[in-house]
């Protein structure tokens, strides 16, 4: 228990902040991310969410539009689980500038996303978790056992090799928004249903 005097406010709350992270954050390179939902602020946000833009890489619309993307997956996605109950899918989006990240530890950083901050339910264990290092050049979706049905590997290289082609371009709000409602449609797709190869699915910001 950390007890502070008025005298020392300041210098508490910023150990208790830095507690805080170190337990809650995500592992990226060097880095380590904020929660979203539990410390907003250190992610850009104004309130709890499902992205974290410490380097503020995009405009505050571009934000305020990933994470309203985000909340939508979260509230029209239910995926069922080994108990028979279904469950909301998640999203969580780690974005930063740089983080010395090297290519055999990106799918490392993105299970430290799903695992950390908590992504997706836990008795479905359906999170999916998107990360990207600009500076490092480096991009990786990584997912839960319970979300892999349907968000397949193939249809991850698919997703990101079509991120990369608007990061070529420098469209990044546009790569990450687009990924995003990729993986939603194939989220809300019943198990019967044949891929949606197109993603999307007539988007104003689709290709």
């Not at 028979?84 to 530890?105: F, H, N, T, Y």
Request: include cysteine.
């Amino acid at each position: 228990m950390f007890l502070c005097s008025d005298q020392y406010s300041d210098q508490c709350s910023s150990v208790l902040i830095s507690v805080l992270t170190s337990v809650h954050g995500a592992f990226i390179g060097e880095r380590v991310l904020s929660n979203p939902t539990s410390n907003p602020s250190e992610c850009g946000l104004d309130r709890p969410g499902y992205v974290c833009d410490p380097d503020r890489l995009l405009r505050p619309s571009e934000l305020l539009q990933v994470n309203a993307r985000l909340e939508d997956a979260r509230k029209s996605v239910r995926m069922p689980c080994s108990n028979s109950k279904k469950a909301p899918g998640e999203i969580a989006v780690a974005i930063v500038k740089r983080a010395k990240l090297k290519s055999d530890d990106a799918e490392s950083a993105a299970a430290s996303v799903l695992d950390r901050w908590g992504v997706g339910s836990a008795s479905c264990d359906n999170g999916v978790a998107l990360v990207l290092s600009i500076e490092d050049r480096l991009l990786y979706i990584k997912t839960g056992p319970g979300a892999k049905e349907r968000l397949t590997d193939s249809r991850l290289r698919s997703i990101m090799t079509s991120m990369r082609r608007s990061l070529r371009r420098g469209k990044l709000a546009k790569a990450i928004v687009n990924a995003i409602d990729q993986m939603t449609d194939e989220l809300r797709r019943p198990s019967w249903q044949p891929s949606l190869r197109g993603g999307c699915r007539g988007r104003t910001l689709c290709e």
